[in-house]
């Protein structure tokens, strides 16, 4: 069974940057797939970034493209969210998930295998 665990939320104002972690262990960890999802206040949990450990092949919603950027460290077994230019409505707890198939993650969150604890981010006006 594969554990993720995030790490590096705070608080920032606006235009600011943040850099998330997530650390993954646990059997065959380094063949996972890696998302990040976060819940606003009072919203449903939303996709914001994937990338998948073979090809690293990266996926990312419309509403974080050209801010935000996934990444990877295999040796680690880690995965980088890096947020740049941040505005109050990425305001949220940002979620982790790991799962053996990069589907799973971009078209069927209700069954990733692993989710983190989450992090929360708070972007200030």
């Known amino acids: 069974q594969v554990h993720v665990m995030e790490s590096g939320g705070g608080s920032v104002q606006a235009g600011g940057s943040l850099r998330l972690s997530c650390a993954a262990s646990?059997?065959?960890?380094?063949?996972?797939?890696m998302g990040w999802f976060r819940q606003p206040p009072g919203k449903e949990r939303e996709f914001v970034a994937a990338?998948?450990?073979?090809?690293?092949?990266?996926y990312y919603a419309d509403s974080v493209k050209g801010r935000f950027t996934i990444s990877r460290d295999n040796a680690k077994n880690t995965v980088y969210l890096q947020m740049n230019n941040l505005k109050p409505e990425d305001t949220a707890v940002y979620y982790c998930g790991g799962d053996q198939n990069i589907v799973t993650i971009l078209h069927r969150p209700l069954r990733v295998e692993a989710w983190g604890q989450g992090t929360l981010v708070t972007v200030s006006s």
């Open positions: 990338i998948n450990w073979g090809a690293g092949n990266t």
């Open positions: 646990g059997r065959s960890s380094s063949n996972y797939a």
